[in-house]
């Protein structure tokens, strides 16, 4: 870190600081709620600036969205204790999905941080679900969100197929769940028929392309090969 940015990022949290010294002498704010939520919000910033500074420092991401994870659940519990409910959990999902976000956004070779990402954020939308969705429709959002982060990744620059094995098995299980929750039937008894039938089918087409490209590629090789010989052999003629 270049001596600037180290004074910057100094010179912000003495200010903050100081701003907060201020209203707690004022007594327009008990800032002893806030300290721990200062200390994580610098120490996160601090580790915001370091990826910002270049694309080797993509980890750093993650550290940095943990802390202002934690500066932001310390604030609203502190001051909104008993209207919080389950936000403050929510919220912190959040903020360590864009960290993992951020991974990928920074360095497209980081394909792994979606993962990590989808996970979070479904979490994070289960937890905010109310209360009154109990049971199956918390099920099927789960499923569905893990499969819409494992579809996502066919959307990489890799463009990877196996991702949509995973993901088919858990859009059949999420829409089960949602089914079930919406018409009461009981779907789960015929998922230890349709789950493996679906893997199965998935898993046979699976193999069956991958064996066609090579195939495909080995005859074109062949093809390539006795070419030359061909040519030789008309000569000849």
């Known amino acids: 870190m270049k001596a600037t940015t180290a004074s910057i990022i100094a010179g912000v949290v003495l200010l903050l600081a100081g701003i907060l010294l201020l209203l707690d002498t004022l007594r327009v704010l008990d800032t002893a709620v806030l300290v721990w939520p200062f200390i994580f ?3 996160g910033a601090a580790f915001l600036a370091v990826f910002s500074r270049s694309r080797a420092n ?3 991401a993650i550290p940095g969205f943990v802390l202002l994870g934690l500066a932001a659940v310390v604030t609203t519990t502190q001051l909104w ?4 409910g389950d936000g403050p959990g929510s919220l912190f999902f959040l903020f360590i999905s864009a960290g993992f976000a951020a991974v990928y956004l ?7 941080a979606l993962i990590p990402c989808g996970v979070l954020l479904t979490l994070a939308l289960v937890v905010a679900l109310p209360p009154a969705l109990d049971g199956t429709p918390v099920a099927a959002v789960l499923f ?3 499969a819409a982060t494992f579809a996502a990744l066919t959307l990489t620059p890799e463009r990877m197929k196996w991702p949509l094995i995973p993901a088919a098995v858990l859009a059949v299980l999420g829409l089960s769940f949602a089914i079930q929750s919406a018409v009461n ?7 230890t028929a349709v789950v493996p039938l679906i893997a199965g089918l998935c898993l046979l087409y699976y193999a069956f392309h991958s064996r066609r490209g090579g195939t495909r590629h080995t005859g074109r090789a062949v093809t390539d090969q006795l070419k030359p010989g061909l040519g030789d052999a008309h000569g000849g003629h």
Do not use: Q, V
């Not at 204790?81 to 919080?84: D, E, L, M, N, V």
């Not at 920074?106 to 792994?112: L, S, T």
């Not at 039937?185 to 998922?191: P, S």
């Open 144 to 146: 569905l969100g893990f």
């Open 41 to 43: 919000g610098a120490a």
């Open 185 to 191: 039937f009981r779907t789960m008894e015929y998922l």
């Open 81 to 84: 204790p008993g209207a919080a």
């Open 106 to 112: 920074r360095e497209r070779a980081n394909w792994w």
């Open 58 to 60: 993509w980890w750093a």
